[in-house]
Each structure stands twice: as C-alpha cells, then as structure tokens.
C-alpha cells in the first residue's frame, strides 16, 4: 500500500506492508538517529513525533502514520 507523509518537512510517499512498523520505514529510509527499543515502544528510543505528538515509532505502524507530519528528533 502506498503512504504519504510529510518527514522532516519534505512530502513523501512511501510503499509500505501492513504489518511494517513506522520504524522499520524510518530505518530504511536511511534516518538511523531513530533506534529500536523494543515492541511495545516502553524504552522510547524510537521517538519521533507525529503532527507535534512524541509516539514510538517501534509501536506503531506505517500505515498509521498516513497524511502526517513526522519529525525525526
């Protein structure tokens, strides 16, 4: 499925799986200052915020993040 994300300030689409996490989309992307903390996002080292929200990127998926805005902290 296609996404579209504002990420850092630049308008993105991104194809994504329904179970990729918005992590796993970050890392690949090359954005490696976001890490895994673990599955249930409890260490926040995965944090970014999402339209001005600080979420857990290891927590939640992709697919959520459709129509936002994400900064990388």
Same mark, same amino acid.
């Given at each position: 499925?296609?996404?579209?994300?504002?990420?850092?300030?630049?308008?993105?689409?991104?194809?994504?799986?329904?179970?990729e996490?918005?992590?796993?989309l970050?890392?690949?992307?090359? =954005? !490696?200052?976001? %890490?895994?903390?673990?599955?249930?996002?409890?260490?926040? $080292?995965? #944090?970014? =915020? !999402?339209?001005? %929200?600080?979420?857990?990127?290891?927590?939640?998926?992709? $697919?959520? #993040?459709?129509?936002?805005?994400?900064?990388?902290?």
């Amino acid at each position: 499925m296609n996404i579209q994300i504002t990420l850092n300030e630049e308008a993105r689409t991104f194809e994504v799986e329904p179970h990729e996490t918005l992590l796993h989309l970050l890392r690949g992307d090359g =954005l !490696v200052s976001v %890490h895994y903390g673990s599955d249930t996002g409890e260490t926040g $080292a995965a #944090a970014v =915020l !999402v339209d001005g %929200h600080l979420v857990n990127a290891d927590a939640m998926l992709a $697919a959520q #993040a459709d129509g936002h805005e994400v900064i990388t902290v």
